[in-house]
């Protein structure tokens, strides 16, 4: 069994994507990681973006983010 990890930026759009982190944790086998820092600098402040795996993957809306994570979770099952 793989365990996945997503690391999102506590700073990325000051925690508007507090609800994308709670879809994500309804997955099994996910670890949810708040990184002080990614160090994808001033991207946090730009667009909705998360580490899956050690991937960036960016959305350009909450929604669309949360659509690739899934996509990401849905093929590794």
Request: charged residues 25%; negative net charge.
């Amino acid at each position: 069994m793989m365990v996945h990890t997503i690391k999102f930026c506590p700073c990325n759009l000051q925690g508007s994507l507090e609800w994308v982190r709670n879809e994500v944790r309804k997955f099994p086998d996910v670890e949810l990681i708040d990184g002080r820092c990614l160090n994808y600098c001033g991207q946090c402040l730009e667009k909705p973006f998360a580490l899956y795996n050690g991937k960036n993957i960016v959305g350009n809306d909450g929604q669309e983010l949360l659509d690739r994570l899934v996509e990401k979770l849905s093929a590794a099952h």
